[in-house]
């Protein structure tokens, strides 16, 4: 019962005590009244939650000498914002927001058990009335989890559900994902949806949308924004552009990835610049090379992804023995994250050559993050070229796993995959490494610091 | 002022806030203020987002909180934390230790378990749009005056960040007080008196700072009150940095509710009804006015808006506090959900440039007549509206009386408007942060350290000093108490004198105007060695104190020589007495050992305090006996 375990909970029953009805507890000369809250799962079992009237929680811990007694029926606490109707504006594009989770879309947190609102456009609209002027907003449900427990099935079903959308008339899509991997499920969505000729959009947010900072509304007003008025029809990622709440950066779905763990700004398109931003409501393209969109199309979804391929980052003293355990668990491709422009050491290549010579697929990528790999420079490159692995170019890490779990799921020849993963098929791949494309300074010295 | 508070109802609350000295509840940053420019600027928004602050337009608050902006400014000293660009740190245990310390000496009960709370602010004094707060004990009283004063309840909160200034769409703040722990300490409402408030809050400021633990100075201890007559409502006045200002803010509050009383009735006497929101735009009628405001306003492209009170006339202009209208209160809900600047009313005009035909067209166009008032506002559209709307939302509870508030105090004992009285829905769980158990364990520590407590502390000094009963108090309460001690305890000197010293003689010296303030530590402890040393005698302290003081960076054997009091030695005084006698060889013979008390006269003005004055009666009266002998 809201986290209540053992003789706390059996106890609970049986006085008939439910979430939110009033308690007195009396112990060793304190007494408290108050509203039965749910228990954090964190907590110890032996205590109890109560809501004081003064809105405060507390504590107390059970023995068997305390005295709890139910002295009124209550409710579960509810949070969240009234919720809005708003009639359908036939002069307004139609957007679909398809929930996978995360914090944008909670509904109920599982740590406090409290209740939040179910996901209905009502609430959206409630809790960001500005999409009611963008947007006739819809709203699904493709899944409900914590994006570190997405799964390639499940990037399928968000795809099916955008494609079902789209075709069926939406002006776009936004997808409420968690921000953890939003990255790969972009880029998934990326290789998947082909015929593409309406904007899906990622979003999510950095600080839950329970609290007045949340940076979720900016997020969703911008990523309704340019799923409903872009003529962007790709795959892309529209969060905070800096840690103010002033703009939204438009990042392409194949070369966007989490660089922070907590800043607003965690999202940055690596080695290219973004596609644009929204900053009060206005579309702004910095690049004219994107897919147009069109009045007409049809998305077909191409789910075919091979689960069993690895992302291994590459370390000093990393051997042999890695590659060959993941060769007999049965992995079926590897990707590296090696170091400077595409190395590993030389312990590691009599397993590299084991692994592409039972036909698995090695590619490498850089745990630079920043810059393309190029392994022709050091004879270190030239000696792993020769034993058959795959240069990443510029890929992201990240997106060279989802391509290769992709490539795998079409053909299993190794030649047949390295054509796939040496040419661009959803921007993950540019041919100029752009100079502007990396960290601004810290420090500029125009500045004069 | 004259008022029966008891018979009026008064009831008298109050929180403490006080500042712990150790680092951030919720990170490592030091607890420190800064004054340098700013590294950066971050510019944010806060949304509203939990249905318990009210039912409210959804729209007009999308609208009200649309263009308003938090510029928080960024030093060197303040992390990610503050800047809600990364979730809290699990929580200062030194700051809880204070705060369960603080609890124990209120005779409070810790709780068994502490759960971190978010309350909610949206004034962008918090970055992430709620305060952290922890209940840490219940049920804790204290004794002032003999009398037993409720303590229900004791926290430990996050300060908020630093207003620097404020326009009508930005707000500035800085993030260097962002997250200084703070122990909050609420009385119950048990006080019936404007004065003994004030009292209370200075014993409980003591029992805090005799844990050694808390910050000192100026901003480091505000108190909140909370204040209600009957018939009126509680309101909860924020930010009393000075004790002395408590008992005007009491008393100008009630003044204030009687005449907000008072407008009620009047209005219920002349039948007004509810005002409705019914805006008029009358830019017309302001086209060629001679008010700058309004011309300026007209000339960006805005608006004049003008709302009927009806049968308000007059009212407006009723004064609640000195100084304040009800006009004024008007002007800040305008000002505060509106952002206008301010606006104008029948009730003082013509004037400010607004002539009287201006006025009478006003009346005209708003269908006013003479009893009823107009309120007008000229700035963009939207605004005006917002703000016209918050004037009727006000008129409408002046026909009910005091509405319920949150009120800051002004520097001169005045308060205004800051938002309604939250309710307890504001509170809701940190999900950052777990439950904190409070173990036995721990709280036996902090009991063994204790500190001891001011009572016990004047029974010690009553006792091992053998102080009077009230001097005992009077140092026990001083901030001079810690220097009372270690002067008594390192020179051999009559406690009496030092604590008369630190308490009296330094009063009465400020009183005459001597810049005691600048009187250190050493200053004192230097003098009472000197004193202890028998370089001085006690007499000329009060002197020595006030050259002191006029020239503190003077050393204190220099400022004897120039005032010549160094004490003279046995040998000196004896030449001296023998010198006095001699002259007055007359007198002594006449008049026998009773001349001691006429030459005694003539000596003391001759030592001017260089040596003490029963030693020199003593030789004085050998002297003559010898001499009468002899």
Redesign the interface.
Same mark, same amino acid.
């Given at each position: 019962m809201y986290g209540y375990r053992g003789s706390l909970a059996r106890y609970l029953k049986k006085i008939g005590a439910k979430i939110g009805d009033r308690i007195r507890i009396q112990k060793a /000369?304190?007494s408290?009244e108050g509203a039965l %809250?749910p228990r954090?799962e +964190? *907590? #110890?079992t032996s205590?109890l !939650?109560l809501k +004081?009237?003064? *809105?405060?929680? +507390? *504590? !107390?811990?059970v023995t068997k000498w305390t005295k709890i007694v139910k002295i009124g029926e209550g409710k579960p606490?509810? @949070? /969240? %914002?009234?919720s809005?109707k708003i009639k359908r504006d036939p002069s307004k594009p139609d957007v679909t927001i398809v929930g996978s989770g995360g914090t944008i879309a909670s509904r109920v947190?599982y740590?406090?058990g409290?209740v939040f609102p179910a996901f209905t456009p009502e609430e959206i609209y /409630?809790?960001v009335? #500005?999409l009611g002027g963008l947007a006739n907003i819809k709203v699904i449900e493709a899944c409900n989890v914590f994006s570190e427990h997405m799964t390639p099935e499940l990037w399928v079903k968000i795809g099916r559900a955008v494609a079902r959308e789209l075709n069926s008339g939406a002006s776009g899509v936004v997808v409420a994902h968690g921000t953890d991997t939003m990255g790969y499920t972009a880029a998934a969505l990326s290789f998947m949806l082909k015929g593409l000729f309406r904007p899906v959009v990622l979003v999510g947010s950095q &600080?839950?949308?329970?609290?007045?900072?949340?940076d979720a509304? @900016?997020n969703l007003i911008s990523a309704v924004t340019v799923a409903g008025r872009s003529e962007i029809a790709e795959v892309c990622v529209v969060m905070h552009g800096s840690? #103010?709440?002033?703009f939204c950066l438009i990042h392409r779905g194949t070369k966007v990835r989490k660089c922070h763990?907590? &800043? &607003?700004d965690t999202f940055q398109t690596i080695n290219d610049v973004p596609l644009g931003m929204v900053r009060d409501g206005e579309l702004k393209l910095f690049r004219d090379d994107y897919n147009r969109a069109k009045p007409e199309g049809r998305v077909k979804v191409d789910g075919k992804f091979e689960p069993k391929v690895a992302l291994v980052k590459v370390f000093p003293a990393m051997r042999s023995e890695v590659l060959d355990g993941l060769v007999s668990a049965g992995y079926k491709g590897i990707v590296l994250e090696g170091t400077g422009l595409g190395h590993a050491p030389e312990s590691l290549f009599e397993g590299i050559k084991r692994t592409i010579g039972r036909g698995i697929p090695v590619v490498m990528t850089s745990q630079c993050i920043w810059g393309r790999v190029n392994m022709r420079v050091y004879s270190t490159g030239r000696d792993l070229l020769q034993l058959g692995v795959i240069p990443g170019e510029d890929m992201l890490p990240e997106t060279a796993y989802i391509k290769l779990m992709f490539a795998l799921g079409h053909t299993s020849k190794l030649d047949e995959i390295s054509e796939i993963m040496r040419t661009n098929l959803a921007g993950e791949i540019t041919p100029r490494t752009r100079p502007d494309a990396f960290l601004k300074p810290v420090f500029s010295p125009k500045a004069g610091v | 002022m004259g008022l029966n508070y008891e018979k009026l109802g008064l009831r008298v609350g109050f929180e403490i806030h006080q500042e712990l000295g150790t680092h951030k509840l919720f990170c490592n940053c030091p607890s420190e203020l800064r004054d340098e420019e700013p590294l950066l600027e971050v510019k944010r928004r806060l949304r509203p987002t939990q249905s318990e602050l009210g039912k409210v337009d959804r729209a007009a608050l999308a609208e009200a909180i649309k263009g308003k902006v938090f510029r928080y400014q960024v030093t060197d000293n303040v992390c990610l934390v503050e800047l809600d660009g990364e979730p809290p740190h699990p929580v200062n245990e030194e700051a809880l230790d204070i705060a369960l310390e603080a609890a124990l000496l209120l005779n409070a009960k810790p709780l068994d378990e502490v759960h971190t709370m978010r309350k909610i602010v949206i004034d962008g004094s918090n970055t992430c749009g709620f305060q952290r707060t922890i209940l840490v004990a219940t049920d804790g009283h204290v004794e002032v005056n003999g009398k037993r004063f409720r303590i229900p309840t004791i926290c430990l909160e996050e300060d908020a960040a630093r207003k620097m200034g404020e326009g009508a769409e930005l707000i500035d703040y800085r993030l260097d007080r962002l997250g200084i722990p703070l122990v909050e300490i609420a009385t119950g409402p048990d006080f019936s008196a404007p004065y003994t408030p004030a009292k209370a809050a200075l014993y409980i400021g003591q029992l805090l700072r005799a844990t050694g633990k808390v910050k000192r100075g100026i901003g480091t201890i505000r108190q909140d009150i909370n204040i209600s007559i009957a018939g009126g409502a509680r309101q909860e006045i924020k930010g009393v940095q000075e004790l002395t200002l408590i008992s005007t803010v009491i008393e100008r509050e009630v003044q204030r509710q009687l005449a907000l009383l008072e407008i009620r009735d009047e209005l219920r006497r002349r039948r007004a009804g509810k005002v409705t929101k019914r805006m008029i735009d009358v830019t017309n009628v302001f086209s060629k006015s001679g008010s700058r405001v309004i011309r300026e306003a007209i000339g960006a492209g805005g608006a004049v808006l003008a709302v009927k009170l009806p049968k308000f006339a007059g009212l407006l202009g009723k004064e609640l506090q000195p100084g304040r209208r009800f006009g004024t209160e008007l002007a800040d809900c305008a000002r505060l959900y509106g952002k206008v600047g301010g606006l104008f009313h029948t009730d003082e005009l013509p004037g400010y440039g607004i002539s009287q035909e201006e006025v009478d067209r006003l009346r005209k166009i708003t269908d006013a007549a003479e009893g009823d008032a107009v309120v007008f506002i000229a700035d963009v559209k939207e605004k005006a509206e917002a703000g016209l709307n918050a004037v009727v939302d006000r008129a409408n509870q002046a026909l009910d009386g005091v509405p319920e508030e949150t009120r800051r105090a002004l520097p001169d004992g005045n308060t205004e408007f800051m938002r309604p009285l939250p309710g307890a829905g504001r509170l809701y769980p940190e999900t950052d942060i777990g439950p904190i158990p409070i173990t036995r364990d721990r709280l036996n520590k902090i009991r063994k350290r204790l500190p001891e407590l001011p009572e016990q502390k004047v029974k010690r000094f009553i006792k091992e000093y053998d102080l009077s009963q009230d001097l005992a108090r009077r140092i026990t309460l001083s901030e001079n108490v810690g220097l009372f001690e270690e002067i008594v305890k390192k020179y051999r000197v009559d406690p009496t004198l030092v604590a008369s010293t630190l308490e009296e003689t330094l009063v009465s010296l400020r009183r005459d105007g001597v810049p005691v303030e600048n009187l250190n530590k050493k200053h004192l402890a230097d003098t009472f060695k000197l004193l202890s040393l028998r370089k001085i005698t006690r007499e000329p302290i009060p002197q020595i104190l006030s050259t002191l003081a006029r020239k503190p960076r003077e050393k204190v054997e220099k400022i004897l020589d120039e005032l010549g009091l160094k004490a003279m030695s046995i040998r000196e005084l004896e030449g001296m007495v023998s010198g006095i006698v001699d002259n007055n060889i007359e007198i002594v013979r006449e008049q026998g050992e009773n001349s001691h008390k006429i030459l005694m006269g003539i000596l003391m003005r001759e030592v001017r305090g260089r040596a003490d004055g029963k030693k020199v009666s003593e030789i004085l009266r050998e002297k003559i006996k010898s001499r009468l002998k002899g």
């Open positions: /000369g304190s408290y %809250m954090s +964190l *907590g #110890e205590h !939650v +004081l009237p003064s *809105g405060y929680n +507390l *504590g !107390v811990k606490p509810k @949070l /969240g %914002m009234p809005i947190d740590r406090t409290a /409630g809790a009335p #500005e &600080r839950s949308s329970d609290r007045p900072s949340s509304a @900016l840690t #103010e709440d002033d763990t907590s &800043r &607003r | -």
